[in-house]
């Protein structure tokens, strides 16, 4: 009897002590789980940039224009912060020709490098008769510095300057082409420079990274695990504000409507915001996803009225002038 009365009192000890131990668990559990939501919130604070702007995905291109029977002329810019970035320019054959053309300003999505969107700048150079400024933005290709958002501004800005200063071009009707958040980057800079431009063209673009308006958030579409960190994006780009400082100049919204990432409801929010006097044209791509929608059929037929319709008109009159 004792040795069983030993064996139950221990055992009602162990019982007795089952609470503390636990409550003791989910204490450390709990720290743990604050700790980890803490350093991952810090990392994605940090890092978010590497999130935003995969320069380097994927991997390549160090394709030239010359590949594809361009002729062109590597530039070299040095941006107001000091940074390098590569570009290329495609001038028309001759002075006079290139004088009297369009000259458009290719802002690229957020992965791959200029060299990835050759194909498409061929069209304009050879379809449309452009002259055609691509750049690589900071971190992209084989451009300096890192890619954020104050940074790709000024790499814009560096583009603009460039072409309104070029002996050549200087005069030339200015176009703004931007895909995904290429197009981010050319309404923020049309609507700091409107005087400057004679269009707009817009691909699948986004109304802000960090919205506040009743839309689809665009971070947490893509990736569901963040909605609850989205107050930790310092990247903005808030193109659903700038728009609206957009007044004069044509604008083309190309906009597919199967789009996965950019979901299909900004760009025509941004159709709506826009108040150009310009006008404003509207095109979708009932199977353009986000990717693809340049190579759907009528994508560069609607690219083309409209560089005939709004730029090449203002050509014409620049030209008589």
């Known amino acids: 009897m004792g040795r069983l009365l030993a064996v139950d009192f221990k055992f009602e000890g162990k019982d007795h002590n089952v609470p503390a131990f636990n409550s003791m668990f989910a204490a450390y559990l709990l720290c743990a789980v604050l700790l980890l939501a803490v350093a991952c919130s810090i990392a994605l604070y940090i890092f978010q940039c590497n999130l935003i702007y995969p320069a ?6 160090r394709s030239v224009p010359s590949q594809y029977g361009l002729p062109y002329r590597e530039v070299t810019l040095t941006t107001k912060d000091n940074v390098s970035l590569q ?12 004088k009297n053309s369009p000259t458009v300003i290719y802002f690229h999505a957020n992965a791959g490098n200029m060299g990835h969107r050759l194909p498409i700048a061929k069209i304009f150079f050879e379809n449309f008769g452009c002259n055609v400024f691509m750049l690589s933005y900071r971190g992209y290709g084989l451009s ?3 890619p954020n958002e104050v940074g790709l501004k000024r790499d814009a800005e560096a583009a603009m300057e460039y072409i309104i200063q070029h002996p050549v071009l200087g005069k030339t009707p200015l176009v703004a082409y931007g895909q995904s958040i290429g197009g981010a980057v050319a309404i923020n800079l049309v609507s700091r420079n409107e005087d400057k431009f004679t269009g707009l063209i817009l691909e699948n673009t986004f109304l802000s ?7 689809p958030q665009l971070i947490p579409h893509v990736v569901p695990a963040l909605k609850h960190f989205i107050f930790l994006c310092h990247q903005i780009w808030p193109s659903y504000l700038e728009i609206k400082a957009i ?3 044509p604008t083309l919204f190309l906009s597919g409507m199967k789009d996965e990432l950019v979901p299909p409801s900004h760009m025509k929010k941004l159709h709506e915001l826009c108040e150009t006097g310009g006008p404003k044209y509207w095109k979708e791509f009932e199977e353009g996803t986000h990717n693809d929608t340049c190579i759907k059929r ?5 690219i ?3 560089i005939r319709d709004e730029i090449w008109k203002h050509a014409s009159l620049t030209e008589k002038s």
Do not use: H, M
Request: proline share 5%; net charge negative; with cysteine.
């Open 56 to 61: 380097n995905f994927p991997t390549g291109s």
């Open 87 to 98: 570009c290329y320019l495609l001038q028309q054959k001759d002075t006079e020709t290139a």
């Open 144 to 146: 300096g510095g890192s």
């Open 209 to 215: 990274l960090v919205l506040i308006v009743p839309q």
């Open 247 to 249: 007044r004069r100049v």
């Open 298 to 302: 009528g994508y560069f037929e609607s």
């Open 304 to 306: 083309g009225e409209f």
